[in-house]
Every structure is written in C-alpha cells, then in structure tokens.
C-alpha cells in the first residue's frame, strides 16, 4: 500500500479473479447442500425418526422395567431386614428367656443339694450313733459275760473251797433219792 501526498492510503496491484468449476450452475457448497437435503429426505422417507422414537421407547420401557424390579426388590429387602431384626430381637428374648430358666433351674439345684446334704447329714449321724449305741451294747454284753464268767469262777472257787468229797457224796445220795421218788 502506498501512501497519498493528502494522508489518504490507496490500493495498488491486481485483483486475483478466482474461478469455481460449477455444474449446472451449481458449485460444490451446492451440491454438498443437494446431497445434505437428499439424505434428509431418504430418511425421512424411510421414517428412520420413528424408528430411533421407537428404539428410544423400547429402552425406556427397559429401563423403567429395571426400575420397577429394583423398587420390588428394594421393598422385598426391606420385608427380609424387617423380618431379621425380628428374628434377632425374638432370638435376644429367647436367649433370655433360657438364662433365666437356667439360673432357675440352677436355684432348684442348689435347693435341692443344700437338702439332699442336709438329710446325708443327719443320714451319717444317726448310723454313727447307732452304731455307737450298739458298740455300747457290745461292750455291757462282754462286760456282762466277763462278769459272769468271773462270778462262775469265784462261785466255783468257793464251792471247791467249801465242799470236800464227803459234801459231794451227800449231795449226790440226794439226787438219787430224789430220782426214785419222781416215778
């Protein structure tokens, strides 16, 4: 660009005249629209639109479907964790209710061996004091033989102390006699 004596800036060289190749007047821009509008109406024709609707529809109907089992299975899992908690709160009451029966049972135990002891107690005692009243028995028979046994010694001791031969002779002729007399 030059520059003008006045401040004005003028153009100079040439303009390059640029030729498009055309078809029927139309150049390529056009027939990439012409092409464009084609396409367009070939799916159009082919209603490509109520298919992809219809494609578009049968997912949604999937998905909603999923939606509609997972809601179901989220309400069937809520049911089943219901359920367990009560289980586990009827299993917690069970348990306690067998602790308690068992520290019962184990009181009725005790009870009972605290009496069964009792009575082996005094079971013991009179077998001791019975067998002590017999030992005591025991003893006054043996005593009581000892005594007589001593008694019968003595007795014979002052028997052949006092009667001689003669004293027996008599004695004897005695019974004798008496013998006669009994028939």
Known sequence: ????????KTQTGTVELHHEPS????????????AMLIVL???????VPAMIGKMLDARIDSIRTQL??????????????????????ASEADAAAIVAHAEAEAKDL???????AKELTKRRAKMAEDKIAAAER??????????????AAAAGAIIAEKHGAD????????AIAGLGRLN
């Open 138 to 151: 025991t003893a006054i028979a043996e005593v009581r033989a000892k005594a007589a046994q001593a008694a």
């Open 167 to 174: 004293a027996d002779k008599a004695l004897v002729d005695q």
């Open 23 to 34: 078809a029927f007047g139309i150049t390529a821009p056009g027939f990439v629209a012409i």
């Open 41 to 47: 109406g070939i799916v159009l024709y082919k209603r």
């Open 1 to 8: 660009m030059a520059e003008h004596p006045q401040g004005m």
């Open 68 to 89: 509609d089992q997972a809601t179901a299975l989220r309400v069937e899992a809520e049911a089943e964790l219901a359920a367990a908690k009560a289980r586990n709160a």
């Open 110 to 116: 005790l009870k009972k061996a605290e009496a069964d």
